[in-house]
């Protein structure tokens, strides 16, 4: 899984040749990965509100932060090569497969044995909106039958996952708030529940820093790899809300009740030294390796007979998956009282208003 200079230079031609206009966000996101991996870290400064498109380019390309110039390398061919219609499969790199072109959220790329589901809004720290719940549902359900010994999920730029994207509150029905929790909390249940149910071994590259429901779900993964650049933070309480991803078993499970209570009750931001040492994460590598030594990695593992590792998964997991599905309904129905509640409201209008971060 890694692009080498030729890779990108064939990457860079594919793009000219592309038959189908990708859209605006999607060429922001190519030119932002380009400069990355060509000059590293945006060092320009900031465009004027009024210079349109170089300021949507600058925020593009700092919305990268320090992603290694390998990686952004990287990421350009895989985006390429998920844009590379069927029509034109010459254009596809050698080996590396496009999943589904058509995902908008997500860069969905298999390659050596692996399904690689990158999330992809790199700008907002790949905070996850409605579509990238329903589009993640799908990648994993298709991800649990395609031909992959492995299914990896990591994230574009220099976050893993900021979390659930706080603007989902703001899109409410014309049933009101009161039918947004109910359809939000039937939506999350069904999301979790993939996680719960997937078939074959489900490994977290986590090349930045979490929050939220990405960390919470990092305990229905059967491997964590961590940059130590990552951090762990689940803050449901200063947002007014309580903890899902099945983390109300999982975490005491995995580091006992009073570590999970400091964690999921009082919002204490974990190290990912830390995230290891409580048995969350698998291993931490270096940043500046990080990439390379875990794809190596990853390499190996998709090496081994994948029917072996589904049975060895099923055996390890089906004792507990009652227990989880039970802990998913309780974590939904909990939550959907909390986004009706004045405390969760006023946290998310502080942050939309830029009155408040993490
Ligand atoms: C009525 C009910 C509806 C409910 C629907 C919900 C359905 C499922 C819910 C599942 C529950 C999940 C719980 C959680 O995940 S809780 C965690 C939520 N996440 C956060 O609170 C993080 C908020 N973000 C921040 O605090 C900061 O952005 C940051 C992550 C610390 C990064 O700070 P930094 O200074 O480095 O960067 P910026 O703040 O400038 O971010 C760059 C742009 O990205 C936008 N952004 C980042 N994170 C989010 C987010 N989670 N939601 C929305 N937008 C986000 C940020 O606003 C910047 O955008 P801009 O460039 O346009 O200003």
Request: with cysteine; charged share 25%.
């Amino acid at each position: 899984m890694r692009a080498s200079q030729v890779d990108f230079e064939n990457a860079k031609n594919q793009v000219k040749l592309l038959k189908k206009d990708p859209g605006n966000e999607v060429k922001l996101q190519l030119y932002a990965l380009y400069k990355q991996a060509t000059e590293g870290p945006c060092k320009m400064p900031k465009p004027g509100v009024f210079d349109f498109v170089n300021k949507a380019k600058w925020d593009a390309w700092t919305g990268l932060g320090d992603l290694p110039q390998e990686t952004a390398r990287q990421n350009y061919v895989d985006l390429v090569s998920s844009l590379s219609s069927p029509e034109s499969p010459g254009q596809a790199r050698p080996g590396a497969e496009s999943k589904q072109g058509a995902y908008e959220t997500l860069v969905v790329t298999s390659e050596d044995g692996i399904t690689k589901i990158m999330l992809n809004r790199p700008a907002k720290k790949n905070a996850i909106t409605t579509k990238m719940y329903q589009e993640l549902m799908l990648a994993l359900q298709a991800a649990g039958k395609d031909d992959s010994a492995l299914t990896v999920l990591t994230g574009n730029g220099d976050y893993y996952c900021s979390g659930n994207d706080l603007t989902n509150f703001t899109d409410i029905p014309p049933g009101g708030v009161e039918q947004k929790a109910k359809d939000s909390a039937v939506l999350l249940r069904d999301f979790v529940s993939c996680f719960i149910d997937f078939p074959k071994p489900l490994i977290a590259v986590v090349n930045g820093p979490a929050v939220g429901i990405s960390v919470t779900l990092l305990g229905l993964f059967d491997a964590v790899y961590a940059s130590d650049r990552a951090t762990f933070h689940t803050p449901f309480s200063h947002l007014g809300q309580s903890p899902e991803g099945c983390s109300t078993y999982t975490f005491p499970k995995i580091m006992g009740s009073a570590k999970a209570a400091e964690v999921l009750i009082f919002g204490k931001k974990l190290t990912a030294g830390e995230a290891c040492a409580q048995g969350l994460v698998t291993q931490v590598f270096p940043d500046s390796t990080f990439q390379k030594e875990v794809w190596a990695r990853l390499k190996a593992f998709a090496k081994l007979p994948p029917n072996a590792m589904r049975a060895s998964k099923e055996v390890l997991r089906r004792g507990e998956r009652e227990q989880l599905h039970a802990a998913n309904a309780e974590e939904c129905r909990v939550l959907q009282g909390r986004w009706l509640s004045d405390e969760c409201a006023n946290a998310v209008m502080a942050f939309l208003s830029r009155r408040a971060k993490l």
